[in-house]
Structure formats: C-alpha cells, structure tokens
C-alpha cells in the first residue's frame, strides 16, 4: 500500500470498474494488467457490439475506448453510448490530424489520449477523469444562475426546471463558468481549471463549447449564454439579468 495515497472509500479507486475496449490483444493485456495493478477492476471488450453490451451489463465508472475497432468503430460506440449514458469516455486514438483526434470529443467522448502512450500516462488520464466524476469529499454549494440550477452533490443541473443530459466535462465546464458569469476565460485557463491539464489541445476545450451550446442554446449558432469573446476565449452571459449581477 502507498501510504501517501488516502485509503480507498466508497466510491473511489478501490471499487472501480473499467471497460477497456481495444482489439490488439497486445496493447489489451498490458493496459489491464497496468489498470488491475492501479486497483481497478477491468471488463475487455474487443470489438465494438461487445463494448455496448458490457457497457449495458456491467455499469462501468469509466470505458476506455480504441478508436479503430473491427465492426463498429469507437465513434460509433461512443455516439450510441451517448443515446443513453453518461459514463466517462476516454478515446484511445491514433496520432492523426486534429480532425482525427478531436472526432471522438465531437461524438461526446470526455478525453482522448494518443498512442502510443505509457500504461502510466493512461493511469494518470483514467484516475483525473475519475476524480472529477466523484466529488465526494468536498461537495461544493448549489448555484442558481440564468435560469440554471446546479446541483455539485448530485451532479445534476438543470435550465428553466429541464435537466441536462451533460458528460463529466460538460458538466465541469458549465459548473466552472456558472460560478463565474461574465468572465471571460481563455481556452488555455478553462484547460488548466476544469481539465486540470498542465498542457493539452485546446481544440478539446472548442468541442466541449459547442457541445455545451447544442444543450443549453434556444440557437447554438448564435449564442446568448456562451459567448465567444474574439481573441481572448469564452464567457458566460446571464441575458435575463436572473443573477441579479449584470453591469
Ligand atoms: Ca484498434
């Protein structure tokens, strides 16, 4: 046992379950065999309709998933996922082209990470995803902001009494800047603030904003509660005044 590592409570590391869902039994064995030592506990799917129903079956907290996968690929596990899940996706992915690499965010993955990676890197990604999806020990108060009600404990909000259906960073995202409306935040500090990334692409953060503004939008295209600032980054406008804290 690490001593500097607190002692696994409900709901943290030591009860965890993952779904890693990757083809090349090479890259499969060593990422378990890295997730199991980490104290995970590791469901593997190698293709595609194999993920979907262990992702159904076995409730994981966390699914790992290979880009490029026989049948079904990743992105369409991820997009069918996404119809009726929540869970944190991390894509496993190929070094391409942005395109390439920001696709799985684009269909609602959490994170990606590039290979070829080190079993540790992806441990450190699964355990930062995992952090933020469980709030445990902290829960921070409620906001009522522009119609927004967030509940940190529950991890729900909802807009107008609607409840959104919102991924770990989506929610992270819109938390951060309903604390904070009418400060604008540029792409590099939302990364460091609600990613909790040193560095990283900061294309990640655009698709969480566009993704954000198909949810809580009436015209994703012309924005009025998340404003692009040119140049500088994003900002959370309160249109109807509801926070009492307009200038
Ligand atoms: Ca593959």
């Not at 880009?67 to 944190?88: A, H």
């Not at 991390?90 to 684009?106: N, S, V």
């Amino acid at each position: 046992m690490n001593k500097s590592q607190p002692a696994p409570a409900q709901g943290t590391v030591g009860n965890r379950r993952i779904l890693l869902v990757e083809d090349e039994q090479t890259i499969a064995g060593v990422v378990r065999d890295y997730l199991v030592q980490a104290g995970f506990q590791v469901d593997l799917a190698a293709d595609g309709f194999t993920a979907l129903r262990l992702a159904a079956e076995r409730h994981p907290d966390l699914i790992l998933l290979d880009r490029m996968l026989p049948g079904l690929d990743g992105v369409e596990v991820c997009r069918r996922l996404r119809r009726t899940m929540s869970v944190p996706v991390i894509m496993l992915t190929a070094l391409g082209t942005e395109d390439d690499r920001i696709l799985g965010l684009e269909v609602g993955a959490d994170d990606y990470i590039t290979k070829p990676f080190s079993p540790r890197e992806l441990v450190l990604r699964v355990r930062s995803v995992l952090r933020r999806s469980v709030q445990e020990f902290s829960p921070e108060p409620a906001v009522e902001v522009a119609g927004f009600e967030l509940n940190p404990a529950a991890r729900t909000v909802t807009h107008h009494g609607t409840p959104l259906a919102l991924t770990i960073r989506e929610f992270d995202l819109l938390a951060f800047l309903l604390r904070r409306p009418h400060q604008v935040f540029s792409r590099e500090e939302l990364i460091k603030a609600v990613w909790g990334w040193d560095f990283g692409d900061l294309s990640t953060v655009t698709v969480h904003v566009r993704r954000l503004r198909e949810k809580i939008e009436a015209d994703p295209t012309r924005p009025a509660l998340l404003k692009t600032v040119w140049g500088v980054g994003y900002r959370l406008d309160t249109p109807d005044g509801a926070d009492g804290a307009n200038s």
